[in-house]
């Protein structure tokens, strides 16, 4: 008795949809398509004081950060995201639990969002290159498009 209610829930399921918890290993890779170094950094903090002064937090921390050369790229690779579903992917920067606002620069415009997982929301901003029951393969590119519609230019620190 205790086994055909086991498999009949396990039927039941199986045709509700449900799937099980996956091990996908997620990938993002980031690259570099402009002629400068672009520095992305991660911080406990926002960047920025206030939206409408647009001044620099003295009190933003580093929690991470990356360097890209021009014409290079840079590869983050994610362990599956405890809850995720067997198709999703882990989000960029789940992984970095202090992280609170991110920032893109360029040496010349800065974008900066308070979420880092905010502006490089997994498909926003990405694209899917390969993707497999066993790993997600996505990539952002840096171009001068994505600078120049979403950037400022960079502060100037005293």
Known sequence: MKTRLLLLL?????????????????YYTYIN???????????DQDFYTDDWKVEVNP?????????????EQYTRTLPPFPEMRRKS????????????CITVSNGERIVS?????GLFY??????????????????CVFDDHFFNS?????PVYD
């Open 59 to 71: 009190d933003a921390k580093e929690v991470f950060s990356f360097v890209i050369a021009p014409g």
């Open 89 to 100: 992917v882990s989000p960029p920067f789940e992984d970095i639990k202090e992280a609170i």
């Open 33 to 43: 398509a402009t002629d400068k170094t672009v520095v992305v950094t991660l911080y």
């Open 10 to 26: 396990i039927a039941a399921a199986t045709l509700c949809g449900c799937e099980y918890l996956g091990d996908r290993v997620t």
């Open 150 to 154: 979403h950037g400022l230019s960079v």
């Open 122 to 139: 997994q498909y926003g901003w990405y694209e899917e290159t390969k993707s497999t029951n066993k790993y997600a393969c996505l990539q």
């Open 113 to 117: 969002h308070r979420s880092p997982n």
